[in-house]
């Protein structure tokens, strides 16, 4: 099928199997391997995209169902050179060890952030909650974020570097995995 999605802006146009998950369109089609393709079953996190808005599993998305559609990644989440603040605070707060959840703790992170820009330590272990981390113990992801938060609300008079909260739904669990439907 010929499909053609937007990844981070620039749109790609391929002609894929139907049954091609977008984590495998994203990194062997693209190239973009900051999503990482852990356990194929929906149970690790570390292959969380935006599809448009909505963060979900990308390994239980197939390609085709992104057709016309908008799919951000880790790589899209830097402004040129500046860093999001997501990112910023992952760096300075030691937010990863081997990094393999990482792109997909940031991808919920910067997607919690644009819902509730001041969230409660609890509402943040709730965001992450899908999303396996087998190193940090969570503490510093927990802090990452909520340093990224206090930043953005410090910062709150200057230009936030990503677009305004995505519309509609709410925050739920499919399995072990945290989507928005
Ligand atoms: Fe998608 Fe683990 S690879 S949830
Ligand atoms: Fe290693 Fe999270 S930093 S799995």
């Known amino acids: 099928m010929k499909i053609v999605i937007t990844v981070n802006g620039t749109d790609h146009t391929r002609v894929v199997e139907p049954r091609l998950l977008l984590i495998h369109f994203l990194r062997d089609e693209l190239g973009l391997t900051g999503s990482h393709w852990g356990c194929d079953t929906s149970n690790c996190g570390a292959c969380v995209v935006w599809l448009d808005e909505t963060p979900v599993k990308s390994c239980t ?6 057709d016309g559609r908008r ?19 992952f760096a300075a707060c030691h937010g990863l060890q081997c990094g ?8 919920t992170a910067r997607w919690l952030l644009d819902q509730n820009p001041d969230p409660t330590e609890q509402e943040v272990r709730e ?19 909520l340093r990224a938060a206090k930043r953005e609300g410090d910062d709150s008079d200057e230009p936030r570097l990503r677009s305004a909260p995505p519309q509609g739904g709410r925050a739920v669990h499919q399995g072990a995995g945290h989507v928005r439907r």
Not at 61 to 66: G, I
Not at 100 to 107: I, K, L, S
């Open 100 to 107: 393999f959840c990482t792109p997909g703790m940031m991808m």
């Open 61 to 66: 998305v197939l390609a085709v169902m992104a």
């Open 71 to 89: 799919v951000t990644t880790v790589e899209g989440l830097a402004a040129g050179k500046a860093l999001d603040p997501v990112q910023e605070a």
């Open 127 to 145: 965001a992450i909650s899908g999303q396996v981390c087998r190193c940090t113990g969570y503490e510093n992801i927990v802090r990452s974020v």
